[in-house]
T-cell receptor, first 115, second 111 residues
Framework: DTGVSQDPRHKITKRGQNVTFRCDPI?????LYWYRQTLGQGPEFLTY????????KSRLLSDRFSAERPKGSFSTLEIQRTEQGDSAMYLC?????????????FGPGTRLTVL | EDQVTQSPEALRLQEGESSSLNCSYT??????LFWYRQDPGKGPEFLFT???AGEEKEKERLKATLTKKESFLHITAPKPEDSATYLC????????????FGKGTLLTVNP
């Protein structure tokens, strides 16, 4: 079990550029989540996949954000036309469906800085 | 809407000085309450899941308890390596599978 991995770990970009992050979940996990965390705050939910289906999106996820999980394996989160307010840690988590609730295991995160 | 409030925001302890962190919550049908530990610049690390009032879980120097309105994370005889931010999160019946987190408690244990 290698855990959840994310790439890149750090990304610095200029305002207006597009960025894409990748998440590889724990291999047998069928659920995958994206969260965003800013300094001094807890993680905030962005979106959730069960296998390849995107089942829930937060209102935080504006039209500039898009997430995919092709074939129910890795996932990508793309931010178009980045803004300084997008600067944050982007966290990916995965879980195995186990009944009334799952335990979500988090990756190390991708730190985005928009200049 | 689910709400999670953690207190205190920051706690400074001497090594060996036991204390408790609080997590109060308002949810529509609790399915699970989670405690995570987060070190600077890293992702949250899972500690415990609590499902119903009266439940307790222990791991080394940490013990988590749950009532109908709040959870406590008790730290017994802490060591400097216990220094981290401790996050509380809830999964409620009205929220599919997303977690709602509190802002965390920053714990510093001085040698």
């Amino acid at each position: 079990d290698t855990g959840v991995s994310q790439d890149p770990r750090h990304k610095i970009t200029k305002r207006g550029q597009n960025v894409t992050f990748r998440c590889d979940p724990i291999s047998e996990h069928n659920r995958l989540y994206w969260y965003r965390q800013t300094l001094g705050q807890g993680p905030e939910f962005l979106t959730y996949f069960q296998n390849e289906a995107q089942l829930e999106k937060s209102r935080l996820l504006s039209d500039r954000f898009s997430a995919e999980r092709p074939k129910g394996s890795f996932s990508t989160l793309e931010i178009q036309r980045t803004e300084q307010g997008d600067s944050a840690m982007y966290l990916c988590a995965s879980s195995l469906s186990q009944g009334v609730t799952d335990t979500q295991y988090f990756g190390p995160g991708t730190r985005l800085t928009v200049l | 809407e689910d709400q999670v409030t953690q207190s205190p925001e920051a706690l400074r302890l001497q090594e060996g000085e036991s204390s408790s962190l609080n997590c109060s919550y308002t949810v529509s049908g609790l399915r699970g309450l989670f405690w995570y530990r987060q070190d600077p610049g890293k992702g949250p690390e899972f500690l415990f899941t609590l499902y119903s009032a009266g439940e307790e879980k222990e791991k080394e120097r940490l013990k988590a308890t749950l009532t109908k309105k709040e959870s406590f994370l008790h730290i017994t005889a802490p060591k400097p390596e216990d220094s981290a931010t401790y996050l509380c999160a809830v999964h409620s019946g009205g929220s599919n599978y997303k977690l709602t987190f509190g802002k965390g408690t920053l714990l510093t244990v001085n040698p």
